[in-house]
């Protein structure tokens, strides 16, 4: 599909389901798991993942940054963590991260009252009542992770897809390009963190 095709058709989807907090997963998210690809990953000589590996496609657009908390550190360590567990390679980290970043700054958020989308939650802003856990699942950065993450694997192809492409894959967001903002950010963190 040409990138400005593929652009439309994901714009619109976003726009269309309303971010996905209407929704909940994607039924490609929801399908049953595909076996993980496997990738080579470049390591530096301390067996970390470098940045360049992490961010294979380049990154696309201006990049967002912030420091982080204990708090959030320990939420982007929860997340590597939880990604070891399920299987899964650092650039799936990569994608995780960037998506909790553009949901949440890496924040477990409760419900935030007139400021809640709906009853997003979490780092993931996932929503109980349309499938995604209950409220004390995707709270926990553990659950939450490893439901992205099977979500993420059953999106066909994701690893040679744009992050941006990949995680709205996953959330149905009403705004598909911001996780790209987020790309160099997280691919740092996994550097640092992934060990």
Partial sequence: MNTMLRKTVTAFAGFAFAGGALL??????????????????????????????????????RQSYLVLSDEQVGNAKAIIAATKKAGMDERAAVVAIATALQESKLENLGHLGDLNDHDSLGLFQQRPS???????????????????????KNVDGWRNMPLTDAAQAVQVSAFPFAYAQWESMAAKTVAAYWS
Avoid: C, I, N, R
């Fill in 24 to 61: 909940g997963p994607s039924a490609a998210a929801m399908a049953a798991p595909a076996a993980p690809e496997m990738t080579s990953v470049a390591y530096t000589t301390s067996g970390k993942p470098t940045v360049e590996s992490l961010t294979p496609h380049g990154v696309q657009g």
């Fill in 130 to 152: 349309v499938g995604w856990g209950t409220p004390e699942q995707v709270t926990d950065p553990a659950y939450s992770t490893a439901a992205f993450l099977s979500g993420l």
